[in-house]
């Protein structure tokens, strides 16, 4: 960022010669996009600490074809309002299309009440317990629900869980290759399309399977830092 700031006159020309001399490069707003298949936790905190317009996502590619790109952190922008301005002098059609965009955003929100409340009262007692275990291995876990699973991150997320009338899936961040001792529940899920972020499903039913497993809860999240 430091130095596309002091290069300016540089990039303009390499993007004239890319692009054509009519286009102008808007210097109102530059941000940095970092992409890679994995952060810790220390990189969101620097991100953090520094307060610069730094974008983090991460990507993940599956044997086959499908590519997932998820946001780790992006700054959050000041208001509606500003936004309008900073469209003001686009193209009207990416001035629309973006509106759409921070709509959907604003207004697609999912609740942790959606994920239990039509659960069995075992199945119940089971989500809220590997729930507890979950959030209690760091106090800066975040609890995010999404759409079909609710997903547990520092930097990234290490666990996503799916609720069903009669179990409770896990999607770990973990290789089922370094698992000494592969648990009747789990499977390696790296080839295998599913909603969520993670390598490794682990399936509960039970108190009982919860306990003889947790172990690779907390193996997920030390594998991103913790």
């Known amino acids: 960022m430091h130095w596309i700031r002091d290069h300016k006159g540089d990039f303009q020309v390499a993007v004239n010669r890319k692009f054509g001399k009519e286009i102008e ?12 298949p994995e ?5 969101l905190h620097a991100v953090q600490v520094m307060g610069a317009n730094i974008e983090l996502w991460q ?9 997932s790109i998820d946001e780790v952190y992006k700054r959050t922008s000041s208001s509606s309002h500003q936004e309008t301005e900073e469209y003001s002098e686009k193209n009207p059609v ?7 965009a921070a ?6 929100t999912y609740t942790l009440e959606q994920h239990f409340e039509n659960l069995d009262d075992s199945i119940l007692e089971l989500f809220n317990a ?20 609710v997903a547990y991150k520092t930097s990234q997320n290490f ?16 290789n089922a290759d370094e698992i000494e001792i592969m648990p009747k529940q789990g499977r390696d899920v790296k080839n295998i ?16 399977d919860f306990e003889e497993t947790k172990h690779l809860i907390n193996e997920a999240y030390k594998n991103i830092g913790g």
């Open 25 to 36: 490069v808007d210097w109102s707003d530059i941000r940095v996009i970092c992409l890679a």
């Open 59 to 67: 990507y993940k590619i599956y044997e086959n074809g499908i590519l």
């Open 193 to 208: 399309g599913h909603f969520g972020t993670g390598d490794f499903e682990l399936t509960i039913k039970d108190l009982k």
């Open 130 to 149: 590997t729930r507890d275990y979950i959030i209690s291995l760091d106090s800066t876990i975040e609890e995010t629900p999404k759409k079909n699973y």
């Open 103 to 108: 709509l959907t955003r604003k207004t697609a």
């Open 159 to 174: 666990v996503c869980m799916q609720t069903y009338k009669k179990k409770i899936t896990l999607y770990l961040k973990l």
């Open 39 to 43: 952060y810790k936790k220390y990189d």
């Open 94 to 100: 990416m001035v629309e299309a973006g509106k759409k």
